[in-house]
């Protein structure tokens, strides 16, 4: 008989979950429902993780449906409430607020050479010029060749898959007072495309070639330090991280689910992405606008584990950094 830790009934589970409430498949593809017929409005996101009950996390496995906010079930339409069970698996709602990508204040300063967790971005052209932007580079990179990239999210470094391939990309970022002129490190070389929401995605993520490799130190951030291997370890519930953003600095947080499916808010629209860490804060919030591109790495063995790309005001969306990886061609220097 499978049980609630089942790994094959909370995966179906879970799926389930998708299909209701956040309008796709992730193992078939399937075309949404039609939205009058499922509570998804107010749904975010949907994970799997202990049952929290009266803030004491609990030994239950449950189906996690994040909510942009919580309302009581009397003040809602029957159709509407989120049931108690989900494929037989009991469900868990998670107030989080609405998932944004953050890329955006707060002045950082120009660093040569650069580090992670400073200020870095491109600049807005065509209809969007004098507009100015600026997110987090999470670290340094490089590919099969040699060559030496900055890593960052592909919202960070190309806009949304709208910048050109070749394009310039400085730092500190235009909104942190770079300046064009002087402050070009990197040209655009890859990123992963971020598709809308009829289809799955990854990760947001996107790498630029130095246009000196001396500009670049290896992955050494402030007060993380300097990483223990370049090799990644994958996020576990409970793991202790940490990471340096060029807004909120030096955080500290805890993994609260690395299977999340999550629908998070871009300038194009809303995307579908599976499979992703999601991590709360230890003393407030982990993340805030102009984090994204943060590299996430695990206290205990000093090895990253994710790439910041997107949050709310209490819970803090990440890309395993080992699909962010392959998915770039690149292994961390």
């Known amino acids: 008989m499978a049980t609630a830790t089942d790994p094959g009934q909370l995966g179906s589970a879970k799926a389930a979950a998708v299909r209701l409430f956040l309008g796709a498949d992730p193992f078939k593809g399937l075309t949404a429902f039609a939205a009058s017929t499922r509570p998804r409005h107010n749904v975010v996101g949907v994970g799997i993780g202990r049952k929290v009950s009266r803030n004491k996390v609990t030994g239950t496995r449950s189906i996690r449906i994040y909510v942009e906010k919580k309302v009581s079930e009397r003040s809602i339409p029957p159709e509407f409430v989120i049931p108690k069970r989900i494929a037989g698996v009991v469900t868990d709602v998670v107030e989080t607020g609405r998932f944004v990508a953050l890329a955006v204040p707060v002045a950082q300063r120009r660093l040569r050479p650069f580090k992670g967790g400073c200020s870095v971005g491109f600049q807005f052209t065509g209809s969007q010029a004098g507009f100015v ?60 495309e971020i598709k809308p929401m009829s289809t799955e995605n990854k990760v947001d993520a996107a790498i630029a070639e130095l246009t000196k490799p001396s500009l670049g130190r290896a992955t050494i951030l402030p ?111």
Do not use: W
Request: net charge neutral.
């Open 133 to 192: 932007m600026a997110g987090t580079l999470g670290a340094l990179v490089t590919d099969t060749g040699g060559k030496r990239y900055a890593l960052s999210n592909n919202h960070v470094l190309a806009n949304e898959n709208a910048l050109a391939i070749g394009s310039a990309i400085f730092q500190p970022g235009l909104l942190d007072n770079g300046d064009p002129a002087k402050d070009q490190i990197a040209v655009l070389s890859r990123f992963v």
């Open 223 to 333: 007060k993380v330090g300097k990483l223990a291997s370049t090799a990644p370890i994958p996020a576990v519930e409970q793991m202790k991280v940490h990471k340096h953003g060029r807004t909120t600095g030096y955080t500290t947080g805890v993994v609260f689910d690395v299977a999340a499916d999550v629908k998070v808010g871009y300038d194009f629209g809303d995307a579908l992405f599976t499979d992703q860490i999601i991590i709360v804060g230890t003393t407030g919030s982990f993340s805030n606008s102009g984090d994204s591109g943060s590299l996430i790495v695990d206290r205990t063995s000093r090895r990253a584990t994710g790439l910041l790309f997107a949050g709310s005001a209490s819970h803090t969306i990440a890309n395993h950094i080992s699909d962010v990886l392959s998915g770039l061609g690149v292994t961390l220097a």
